[in-house]
């Protein structure tokens, strides 16, 4: 029994030195260094740049508060995670902090104190952001008005409100890391990888993750559900979602730049994205985006015909409702009308085998962002108080059935369990 015992403890205790070594990869001396000096016009601008391209200030904004002041809750699987102060405040923000303090945090996902943060923050992906990048967020942060804002403590439960399930998480799953180039690809597509990869967290939403809210590849970008959001944010691998290698150059940036396209627009959190963040950057950046977007290898899956068939009264029903509610914007044979409301028929988007980003539009509307390339944009208004849960999986299957798509019918159960999460 003694000899079990022993055994036991000693696998115990590799196992938490094994986590704790795995938790200090990449983890530098933090040494003492004098006040920094005042940052330079040029590097507050560069860092105002950046800022933008990783929509920081989407995720560190309350809802009618001060610019990056924090408390903007942040809904998970695990309970509800708030946004930290970024001015420079010395009481509630970063006005202690140095440039190695920030580094570290975006690199290795350690705040002041050197506590494990939650990858809420998307430091799997900030981990790739240079250093010279870093230092200009920095700056321009450090240039802001402070403002007093007091963190507000997470609320998550236990055990993943503990530093030690964290540690754990980091060690199955989070590596520090640095862009490194692919000298085989050009300076473009380089810059493209840089950004997609890296600042602009593209794979935050675009990933599929498992029950830990992990992915075994965190650069993936094959499309899966944004938790707490009821959003799917489609791949960019798959040429029926939202891959793009067979677009033009010009209607891929465009897309970023304006939020829609010949081929396509963007909504739901996309569009807070375009509206926030890449409506603002450099057109050679937009361009080395699309780029790299459209280099990426797309898998071919063959569209396999539904195993479910909707019953001849759900399809009358939804065939009444389309004419009733849709065709006016969107035609009879669901045509669209070109520059304002999408065509239905053969939209990808339309024929996804996810269907949570169609009852959100049907529930809740939907329009494009407001962006200097299209400054009143069309959208669709919401349905919620006017169509059942019935009604819309009738004419969601009616348009997922009909001018050749040829998707999978959606349930009422389906509908009404999305309108419970929503509160719609």
Request: glycine share 10%.
């Amino acid at each position: 029994m003694k000899r079990v015992f022993a055994a036991t403890l000693l696998g115990a205790l590799i196992l938490v030195g094994l986590v704790w070594f795995l938790n200090l990869r990449g983890e530098g001396e933090m040494r003492q260094t004098p006040p920094p000096a005042p940052p330079t016009s040029d590097s507050v601008a560069r860092g105002a740049y950046l800022a933008r391209a990783g929509n920081c200030m989407t995720c560190h904004t309350e809802r009618g508060g001060p610019p990056f002041a924090g408390g903007r809750a942040i809904e998970t699987p695990f309970g509800t995670v708030y946004a930290s102060n970024l001015t420079p405040d010395k009481a509630s923000g970063i006005g202690n902090w140095s440039a190695d303090h920030f580094w570290r945090a975006l690199h290795n996902g350690r705040g002041k104190d050197g506590r494990l943060l939650y990858p809420a923050f998307p430091y799997p992906n900030y981990t790739l952001v240079t250093r010279q990048d870093s230092d200009a967020i920095f700056d321009y942060l450090r240039s802001l008005p402070p403002v007093q804002r007091p963190n507000t403590e997470h609320r998550l439960r236990w055990p993943y409100s503990t530093q030690a399930a964290l540690a754990v998480w980091r060690a199955l799953y989070f590596t520090p890391g640095a862009h490194e180039e692919d000298r085989k690809q050009s300076a473009e597509w380089n810059r493209g990888a840089y950004l997609v990869r890296g600042l602009g967290h593209c794979s935050a939403c675009h990933i599929s993750r498992n029950l830990l809210g992990a992915s075994s590849d965190m650069m993936d970008l094959s499309g899966g559900l944004i938790p707490m959001q009821n959003w799917y944010a489609p791949s960019l691998t798959s040429p029926t979602e939202a891959g793009v290698a067979d677009w033009e150059l010009p209607q891929i940036v465009h897309l970023l730049q304006t939020g829609v396209a010949p081929r396509s627009a963007v909504l739901g959190p996309m569009a807070e994205v375009v509206f926030r963040s890449t409506q603002y950057l450099e057109p050679a950046d937009l361009r080395a985006m699309a780029v790299y977007l459209k280099a990426l290898p797309q898998s071919h899956q063959k569209q396999e015909a539904p195993s479910q068939v909707m019953s001849a009264r759900m399809a009358e029903r939804g065939a009444k409702l389309y004419d009733q509610h849709c065709a006016q914007c969107h035609g009879d044979k669901g045509e669209g009308v070109a520059g304002a409301y999408p065509p239905l028929a053969g939209n990808r988007a339309v024929n996804l085998p996810v269907t949570a980003n169609l009852v959100q539009v049907v529930l809740n509307g939907g329009f494009p962002p407001a962006t200097g390339g299209n400054p009143r944009p069309f959208g669709m208004p919401p349905f919620a108080t006017v169509l059942s849960d019935a009604d819309v999986a009738a004419v969601i299957s009616h348009i997922r059935s009909s001018w050749g798509n040829r998707a999978a019918p959606v349930s009422e159960f389906s509908v009404s369990q999305q309108r419970d999460s929503t509160g719609s």
